[in-house]
């Protein structure tokens, strides 16, 4: 189980990423290079709404928001594991993917983070961090 302090360091100890809070709920988010990589999400009224139309609802627990390189990998990721991973209409064509802090284990968070952070950090930047650990 992860929490938001566990997304607060795993976020930040990534080059050049930056917490906001902002947007209509005053959730934080984490930045990089001018993109969102990761940002607490709530239902919106719509949410809710769409997803009871669909037999559905909004799951406990707090709900991260996480920048995916495609809509197909958004997909892929709810398909392997829907205990943690799942998605709602208003993502539809969005390469992002949501999941419950509540199920995912930090170190598998941490990769889920570092992915997302790839898709915004600078070539440089990210080739010298994959370098570092043997990634490359």
């Not at 208003?90 to 889920?112: N, S, T, W």
Request: a negative charge; one cysteine or more.
């Amino acid at each position: 189980m992860a929490t938001i302090d566990d997304v607060r360091t795993l976020a930040l100890a990534l080059p050049g990423v930056e917490e906001r809070v902002g947007g209509h709920t005053g959730a934080p988010g984490w930045r990089c290079n001018g993109g969102q990589i990761a940002w607490m999400r709530g239902p919106s009224q719509t949410d809710l709404r769409q997803l009871a139309e669909l037999g559905r609802a909004w799951p406990g627990g707090p709900v991260l928001a996480v920048r995916t390189e495609s809509v197909a990998l958004a997909a892929e990721l709810v398909a392997a594991d829907p205990r943690i991973f799942f998605t709602i209409p208003h993502f539809a064509g969005y390469p992002a993917v949501l999941l419950r802090l509540d199920e995912i284990a930090p170190d598998q968070l941490g990769e889920v983070i570092a992915d997302a952070w790839l898709l915004r950090a600078p070539k440089a930047v990210a080739r010298q961090w994959l370098d570092e650990r043997g990634l490359a």
